[in-house]
């Protein structure tokens, strides 16, 4: 058979897909050189492309030009390869990848273009430091397992568009240069030259379109799109992320919670995990009382409040408040800890989030000192024989706290701490003794909706309420008259949804209407200026007839880098920015020219 390259160009393969099927037929491989072996006679180029790897022989005795052409191939040349697929013999067979059980006798080979030598190869498994992957992010995203999160991000991405316009939800897009919208974080502004001294906000989210919207009559409405936040960053957050983001309007909260997990059903499906709903629900005091946390990772037992195992005396004894929790925390197959261990226990987390409570690491001693009340804390607990128990109380209560008085918030500020230094304990044990439990090992994929959250926080530095979620989310109808009165009674009909102890997105049920809204400005501080300044457009719109409306947001990085069982967003962002906000491959940002700047009308000042 003849072959040449223009007559079987139209067999061109994707490298990953040859199998013992083919052999016998011509093939034209064009792709990276992966990695080249060369054992004198014979030279195996094993060619790359984003489907796989392919072997590539050229055999001096066959084709002696041909071979010497193939010992000029260097890593990561992009080539074409011209040849028969045969059968590996029994003992050549690689049954490490999907074409291992053939290879590509090359008949003909054609340089396409070279490659300087990479700082680090694709192919490569000891990888070098982020710092050189995000500069050279092209080869990085060459390495297969980058290929893989990227074609899983698409995958997810392409489940959920199909899902949510089956549904009858038109994706819409929203201006990116806007004015600051509320939700908590500083706004990455953009200077207007034709207005000098004005600024775009990007947007934190597009919240307030979403809204409007909705006003616009467009009933289902959502958008894969990029929210801009200037926060401090830590490993699960990038300057810019792509939320899930959606409204409806005359939903009620179910309603959401039934689109979200349909979209997450697909979502999954497409990464091939089959999800149960509906998802379990849990409000934000039960969460609180249970895991110390607003985000409760499902796979490790909830909490026990033993208070009511001990008698006052021994709680003085203790030196706990008896007017706070006492509470068990169970990690289960831990097993014996040495002393060492039991001591780390205390300083697992932060002073911060330990202030206040008190931590008993050593069971043993309790035990031994109050038997007969340790005897009920374990049975209340449900604690097996080789469970870790540690157990985390209030200390001296702090001073009287504004959300003390009036009317009852379910979980005071006071117990809410002890609670908090608990969860805290819960989940760094959870952590550091992964290993023994197991929980986590598993894709066990625990869902969760929280709900009911505080419609205000105290803001200790500011000595004033602040929004919970963001100041467009309506309070529960039974909570309207303490909205001045007592605010930290208020629930919001706000809704997060959890996975395994992380957040995935939030959303609510949202003021449909002027006079509410003013009155929640109106307890967050705001006076009617101020609000009528900032949010002028949107007040007025609420007046043209606003339908009842709700909504949420998922962040799509989170959702993919747990599906890939990645560490950091990083790994699924194709061109994420460091923790110090930094693009390191195209190094941005940057200063820029004195012109662009007087054309702005800004002067820089020394810091
Ligand atoms: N805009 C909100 C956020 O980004 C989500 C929502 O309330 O729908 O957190």
């Not at 230094?421 to 090992?441: D, E, N, S, T």
Request: net charge neutral.
């Amino acid at each position: 058979m003849v072959l040449d390259f223009l007559g079987d160009l139209r067999r061109t393969h994707t490298c990953g897909a040859l199998r013992a099927s083919d052999a016998g037929s011509p093939a034209v491989l064009m792709g990276w050189v992966n990695r080249r072996r060369d054992l004198g006679n014979l030279i195996f180029v094993d060619v790359r492309d984003r489907t796989g790897v392919t072997q590539v022989v050229f055999n001096k005795e066959l084709n002696p030009a041909l071979h010497e052409k193939a010992s000029g191939l260097r890593s990561e040349y992009v080539i074409a390869a011209l040849g028969m697929v045969k059968k590996r013999d029994p003992n050549t067979i690689n049954k490490n990848v999907p074409t291992g059980e053939v290879e590509l006798v090359a008949k003909d080979l054609k340089i396409l273009n070279e490659s300087k030598n990479p700082p680090f190869l694709p192919g490569e498994t000891v990888l070098p430091n982020e710092e050189v992957r995000l500069t050279y992010r092209y080869l990085d995203l060459r390495r297969p397992e980058m290929q893989a999160n990227i074609e899983l991000r698409h995958k997810v991405a392409m489940a959920i568009r199909d899902y949510l316009s089956g549904q009858g939800f038109f994706e819409i897009e929203t201006p990116f240069m806007t004015r600051s919208t509320p939700e908590g974080a500083r706004d990455y502004l953009v200077p207007s030259r034709v207005q000098p001294g004005s600024f775009y906000a990007l947007p934190q989210s597009p919240q307030l379109f979403k809204q409007i919207l909705m006003i616009s009559g467009f009933d289902k409405y959502f958008q894969i799109v990029r929210c801009f936040r200037d926060e401090d960053l830590r490993a699960d957050r990038q300057p810019e992320f792509t939320q899930i983001d959606l409204e409806m309007t005359f939903p009620q909260p179910d309603r959401v919670y039934e689109v979200v997990e349909g979209f997450l059903t697909a979502a999954f499906r497409a990464a091939g995990v089959s999800i149960k709903t509906p998802f379990p629900r849990m409000t934000y005091d039960e969460a609180m009382r249970q895991y110390g946390s607003d985000k409760p990772d499902m796979r490790l037992p909830a909490m026990t409040d033993v208070r009511d195992c001990f008698t006052p005396e021994q709680l003085q004894q203790l030196n706990v408040d008896q007017g706070l929790p006492v509470m068990a925390i169970r990690i289960p197959k831990v097993g014996e800890l040495s002393r060492r261990e039991r001591d780390d226990i205390k300083t697992l987390v932060g002073e911060r989030q330990r202030e206040g409570a008190k931590i008993f690491e050593d069971v043993k001693r309790l035990e031994k000192t109050f038997p007969e009340a340790m005897g009920k804390a374990h049975a209340k607990s449900g604690a097996q024989a080789d469970d870790l128990l540690v157990i985390v109380a209030g200390g001296v209560r702090p001073a009287a706290h504004k959300s003390e008085g009036g009317v009852k918030p379910e979980v005071k500020q006071h117990d809410r701490a002890v609670y908090t230094a608990a969860g805290a304990v819960r989940v760094a044990l959870g952590q550091k003794y992964a290993a023994k439990h197991g929980a986590f090992a598993t894709r066990d994929f625990r869902f969760l909706w929280v709900t009911d959250f505080p419609m205000f926080e105290w803001d200790e530095e500011g000595q004033r309420w602040a929004a919970a979620h963001h100041p467009f989310t309506s309070p529960h109808d039974r909570d309207m008259d303490k909205l001045e009165s007592d605010p930290a009674a208020v629930r919001a009909l706000a809704y997060d949804v959890v996975l395994n102890g992380t957040e995935l997105g939030s959303g609510s049920i949202r003021i449909h209407r002027q006079d509410v809204q003013r009155k929640i400005f109106h307890a967050l501080g705001m006076t009617e200026e101020e609000a009528r300044a900032r949010f002028g457009f949107f007040l007025e719109a609420l007046e043209y007839g606003t339908p009842p409306h709700g909504g949420i947001a998922l962040g799509l990085d989170r959702i993919v880098m747990i599906l890939a069982g990645a560490s950091s967003l990083r790994e699924v962002i194709p061109f994420p920015k460091t923790a110090k906000a930094v693009d390191l491959m195209v190094d941005a940002p940057t200063p820029v020219s004195e012109a662009q700047l007087k054309e702005l009308g800004i002067q820089i000042r020394k810091p």
